[in-house]
């Protein structure tokens, strides 16, 4: 079985494009990411259309640095898949991530 990697990476536009499959096992790395880029930017966007897995320790995550956001910053989730926006419809969780 091969594992999946998972790769962060900012563009041109400055949006971070996450892709691959986003575990457990990546929470650190995605966790050093947010910490060392989220400092520095006000207006966060990230696409999601790359990711093709999450755990529900992932979401955990992006739930807590969207409640940790200072106010006046804008927050941003694009690309999201049909099973994931389907996922946070039903939680609740869509409007709170993707504002």
């Not at 650190?28 to 520095?40: G, I, M, N, Q, V």
């Not at 807590?64 to 989730?77: E, H, M, Q, T």
Request: glycine content about 8%; proline content about 2%; aromatic content about 10%.
């Amino acid at each position: 079985m091969t594992r999946q990697r998972f790769t962060i990476h900012q563009d041109a536009d400055g949006t971070f494009r996450l892709a691959g499959s986003l575990t457990v096992e990546h929470l650190d790395y995605l966790k050093f990411f947010l910490d060392e880029h989220l400092s520095r930017v006000k207006n966060i966007a990230l696409d999601l259309g790359g990711v093709e897995y999450w755990d529900v320790r992932s979401l955990q995550l992006l739930i807590a640095y969207r409640k940790a956001l200072p106010v006046g910053s804008d927050w941003k989730i694009t690309g999201l898949s049909a099973e994931l926006e389907n996922i946070l419809l039903k939680s609740g969780l869509k409007t709170f991530l993707c504002p």
